[in-house]
């Protein structure tokens, strides 16, 4: 016969193997993980409307210069605030949604392409009143962030890179290959998909907690039919950004994992070759996202970069 403490336990420990297979439970947890995250980096949710259409963006505010902080394809702002706890208090910090991404407007009769997502978030930036800024970019976020910097020299301070897009590596990544034999990992269509895909963006997975990683993979699935939209939408307009890159004629910084298989390593001679003004670090034992990969060390990289070329400094 089971005592009353035991059998409490039992029902408890029922509970939550239920739970954990209730979507709307799992939900509810996650949001609350989300939140947690972001209060820890002093990050509040936002929008702004361009042109009646919003943009969603996380900010942090602080009395010094201003951080801009754009995420890679598929991706959103919540990439961002692990790296922005190791950031200095004196920074205001805003990271977006891309158009398309998150919590920003997703519209099936718009074009997605890069220079779209650059004037759009360009428009954002006027609205908000961003006047001078530093400009951070992840994968695609370092793509746009290239083009819009290009266009607004007067209005960029300096220009990181961490694993960007928008050119072609040397040394084909384990992405390409998958690509050219008609398999986009970047767009999964089923959860083991997305399980899959962790494995090409990171060398060492972080931990993800329960239930964050089984709501991770729904909703990608869920989001692949615009998420294949917007990918035919950049490369459908592709220009490699080798062609603007004599024109970032400001300190970029280009930050790479060195066991990148998205975007590879080899990638980072191509920027170095054309922009006027970088500096490369190579970061070991590391993947495609860096500023979730290795948070402090990151941030660690990146305002060492920032006490050498910024007008201001905390």
Known sequence: MI??????????????????????VQDRLFVAAVATERSLAGMHESSVAVGGRGISYLKREGPGETIVLLHGFGADKDNWPRFVRNLPRDY??????????GSSFRDWEETYTISFMADTLGQAFDALKLERFHLVGNSMGGWVGTIYTS????????????????TES??????QKALEQGRNVLVPETEE???ELLGYAFHDKPFIPWPIGSVLARRAVQDAPFKRKIFADVNGARRDVREVLPEVN??????????????????AQVFERYLPKSETVIMQECGHMPMIEKPRETAGRYVDFLRRHSTGTP
């Open 92 to 101: 205001r910090v805003v990271a977006f949604d891309l158009p398309g991404h």
């Open 193 to 195: 998909e997305f399980h």
């Open 250 to 267: 400001l300190p970029v910084l280009i930050l790479w994992g060195a066991h990148d298989r998205i975007t590879h390593v080899s990638a």
């Open 3 to 24: 005592s009353g403490r035991r059998f409490v336990f039992a029902v408890f420990f029922l509970c939550i193997v239920w739970a954990g297979g209730c979507a709307s």
């Open 151 to 166: 266009r607004n020299p007067d209005r960029v301070m300096t220009l990181a890179l961490f694993d960007s897009a928008g």
């Open 170 to 175: 040397p040394v084909p990544s384990d992405r």
